[in-house]
């Protein structure tokens, strides 16, 4: 996923600000009281070896606007595992909430 939906181009949950927004939309016109709701943030890693020296770590941009919208619409954030060099496999129980997540190794790519 990208952070930040620029403007130009189609405006898709491709991009976090996008996608976080179109899901506490639906969330809303399905019923959920605002008041009511809390996150659990997980993601942001640096899993790709380009990424890590780049300038243009897009794992910390996400992390960073995800945080930042959560904050905005005050909405507290009850867990989270962001960052590192690991990704995650996620199962999110919708019923009851629960989250199982194991960490998965970053391949390393020959050239």
Not at 42 to 70: C, H, P, W, Y
Not at 82 to 96: A, C, E, P
Request: aromatic share 6%.
């Amino acid at each position: 996923m990208l952070a930040l939906w620029n403007g130009i181009g189609l405006e898709s949950p491709k991009y976090g600000n996008i996608a976080i927004t179109k899901l506490l939309e639906k969330m809303l016109e399905l019923g959920s009281r605002k008041n009511n709701l809390h996150a659990k943030v997980f993601g942001g890693a640096k899993v790709l070896e380009a990424t890590q020296n780049s300038s243009i770590n897009v794992g910390e941009r996400n992390i960073e606007i995800a945080m930042d919208m959560l904050s905005e619409e005050h909405i507290p954030v009850v867990a989270s595992s962001m960052g590192d060099l690991f990704g995650r496999k996620i199962i999110f129980n919708t019923v009851t909430g629960e989250i199982l997540m194991k960490r998965v190794r970053r391949c390393k790519y020959e050239k």
